[in-house]
Nanobody
Framework: QVQLVESGGGLVQPGGSLRLSCAAS????????MGWYRQAPGKQRELVAS???????NYADSVKGRFTISRDKAKNTVYLQMNSLKPEDTAVYYC????????WGQGTQVTVSS
């Protein structure tokens, strides 16, 4: 059973950057699509970026040009490079398999504030 652990969140100023990591206990790149989600206070969880087993990526309009999703197959890890952060990016960030949608991890808190 795949376990996902998110890390890398923190407090940053607007315009700053963070790199989130999602470490998996199993092979997450053989099939399917891995994604980063976020949930802000009072809002539903939303998908912000995804990457397929073939390396194709997609982004929510709100993060295009600022976030980059990537993977390291050898490390079974998915990353989310977050640049030019805005206060509205403040949320708990989670990773998951878009096709399987297994159990959610604890997520990692990203707070963008001056």
């Amino acid at each position: 059973q795949v376990q996902l652990v998110e890390s890398g969140g923190g407090l940053v100023q607007p315009g700053g950057s963070l790199r989130l990591s999602c470490a998996a206990s199993g092979n997450i790149f053989r099939y399917g699509v891995m994604g980063w989600y976020r949930q802000a206070p009072g809002k539903q969880r939303e998908l912000v970026a995804s990457i397929s087993s073939g390396g194709n990526t997609n982004y929510a309009d709100s993060v295009k040009g600022r976030f980059t999703i990537s993977r390291d197959k050898a490390k079974n890890t998915v990353y989310l490079q977050m640049n030019s952060l805005k206060p509205e990016d403040t949320a708990v960030y989670y990773c998951n398999d878009l096709l399987a949608l297994g159990s959610w991890g604890q997520g990692t808190q990203v707070t963008v504030s001056s």
